[in-house]
């Protein structure tokens, strides 16, 4: 295949010169946090067909998620973007770490942004959960985990119907919310975006996105398990 | 007053330090911080003790010689403000003030409260020089520079060097400080034609010194004592893209 000069150029530049700076991490790991944010919009579109009486419509949105050829692809970046994001954010953390060998014996909670103190473990046990998500739900379709994959709507409604799932369900999209809460603003900050005009916009969007995104995936199994 | 102090003792770069606590009496609320540091070295030296070794300079606020942590944070519970420009009125009698050395691993102490800032020395020397003639002061008005930039400028442009975005971020990370540079010399004409060079070599050698990653938690910002803002980082971030990418 032959791309234009222009496009390689681009990418030998990215991955040769960028790549080996923090900020050039940093810029790849709030991208790849982006369109994270970006596909989890897409997803819980999807799940609130959920709440439809009729399997069909979700099972054939699900079908049309796992077989459009233009998904399989946004599929492989989806998960190379959540890769790339992890291994990026462990290996800043790692310096970060690094970086300040001795810790200080009393420190006075001055940060602006509470919960970008804690992102790295809300983005471990978001972690956590997506590994469950995926035992649930893509490894049966890959064929890893038995299951009936042509009827997703049957097995999300048999999951939602236990307690237990539930909960751990909810702590997962509340712990999600709290990364989300400083990653939505955090992630324009590093694009080098911050101006009197914008930046209050963007952190009220991350707010509002923050709050209302979890609370729709959240919702979910509330309506399946008390009202269905 | 009477105050109890825990301060950070050293010997040398390599001893494993300790705190050690001092009970202070006859502190009065006009003395600053660091005359309360100078009153107990006083009485150190009078007992036959090794006195508390700090830096200090021009004690005015404008020199960046004196940061120390003050019960978890650079230069203490007051905004705004250097170490020096501390006064002991915002402590009340019989508090408890714990007092630390700035703590990165690019800041590594020298003594007691006295660390090693020479790794900003060799970032301000890692970006160079600006090719413009110096001399006599210009004509003020033959280079016109609108008002919101050279104040943008200025804003950027009074950053002393004293460490406390380093010692109040939680990744001791340098990126307010390189920024403040960084956008300082960018916004303004002088400093557009290395520019590029400037911002690549800056964030390289930052990266190089061992400070941390900004995460945009903004505790550098609420601590500076110049009140130097995070958009900086933002400016710096898109400098530093245009001279990698463009």
Known sequence: ?228 | MKITLDIWRQKSPNDKGKFVRYELDGVSKEMTFLEMLDYLNDKLIKAGDEPVAFDSDCREGICGTCGLFINGRPNGPVKGITTCQLNMSVFKDGDTITVEPFRAKAFPVIKDLIVDRSSFDKLIQSGGFISVNTGAAPEANSIPIKKEIAERAFDAGICIGCGSCVAACKNASAMLFVSAKISQLALLPQGQTEAKERVRTMIREMDRLGFGNCTNTGACEAECPKEISLWNIAKMNREYYKATLG
């Not at chain 1, 900020?23 to 994270?36: C, N």
């Not at chain 1, 069909?56 to 049309?64: I, L, M």
């Not at chain 1, 399989?72 to 992890?86: A, D, M, T, Y």
């Not at chain 1, 001055?110 to 970008?116: E, H, V």
């Open chain 1, 1 to 228: 295949m032959c791309f234009p000069a222009k496009i390689i150029n681009f990418n030998h530049i990215l991955m040769g010169k960028l790549f080996g700076s923090s900020l050039a991490q940093k810029l790849v790991m709030a991208l790849a946090g982006f369109f994270l944010i970006l596909f989890l919009l897409v997803h819980l579109s999807i799940n609130l067909l959920l709440l439809g009486d009729n399997p069909e419509t979700f099972n054939r949105a699900a079908a049309f998620m796992s077989g459009f050829w233009l998904v399989k692809i946004f599929e492989v970046v989806l998960i190379g973007g959540l890769l790339i994001h992890i291994i990026m954010g462990i290996t800043l953390q790692i310096q970060n770490w690094i970086a300040r060998p001795t810790r200080y014996k009393k420190r006075y909670p001055s940060q602006t942004s509470f919960f970008s103190k804690y992102m790295i473990w809300t983005g471990g046990i978001v972690f956590i959960f997506l590994f469950i998500h995926f035992l649930n739900f893509w490894f049966v379709r890959l064929g890893f985990v038995e299951g009936d994959h042509h009827n997703f709507y049957g097995m999300a409604h048999q999951l939602f119907s236990y307690m237990g799932y539930n909960i751990i369900y909810w702590i997962s999209f509340l712990i999600l919310g709290f990364h989300l809460h400083h990653a939505f603003q955090s992630a324009f900050q590093t694009f080098g975006l911050n101006n009197r005009k914008c930046t209050p916009v963007i952190k009220t969007i991350g707010i509002i996105y923050s709050i209302l995104v979890p609370l729709g995936f959240a919702l979910i199994p509330f309506v399946i398990y008390f009202f269905k």
